[in-house]
């Protein structure tokens, strides 16, 4: 019989631990907490080592996502998108900001190809980021794939502006620490 059902999870480490009343105030928090989802992820054994929650543009806390490709066998269950699937069916709408409610995305590394497709369509209007693709590919095996020589000019084309570098060298460590445990954060 084929599937009809999917059910993706994030890791019961992270229940209970993030308070979504909290207003994140600038961008240097919201990719903390980002940073402190990988961090976390890493840690706890969860999934590869990327974080991501969206947020309103007042600074609220709307999702978060971690990397859970292993453990739930699932090639698009990046933080990313895992926050933006949980952030859309939390608020019941597939673009999150279809009511002209602004909304951000914080996530730890550069999104890679999968995740800057998504992007484009999943209603964010700001996309703050912390270590860069090459951070990524040079500090462990993944391979962020094919993106548009100007990807931040073809975001912000589609009005979805673009900050990189935010706590930078704090990312890059997420991915130390993950090489030291042998890339094996599951």
Known sequence: MIPAQLHLTLPLWL???FDDTRVYADDESKVALAIELARGNVENRGGGPFGAAVFTGAGRLVSIGVNRVVPQSCSVAH?????????????????LNEDGTRFV????????CQCYG??????IDELLI????EDVEELS???????????????????IAVRR??????????????????????
């Open 15 to 17: 229940r209970d631990k």
């Open 79 to 95: 933080a990313e998108m895992m926050a933006y699937m949980l952030a859309q069916q939390r608020l019941q709408r597939f673009r």
């Open 105 to 112: 995305l914080a996530t730890s590394a550069q999104p890679c």
């Open 118 to 123: 998504a992007t484009v369509w999943a209603g």
């Open 130 to 133: 912390g270590a860069r693709a």
């Open 141 to 159: 095996e993944f391979d962020e794939g094919p993106l548009p020589a100007d990807w931040i000019g073809e975001l912000a084309k589609r009005g």
């Open 165 to 186: 570098d935010i706590r930078r060298e704090q990312a890059r460590q997420v991915f130390v620490r993950y090489r030291e445990l042998d890339g094996t954060a599951y």
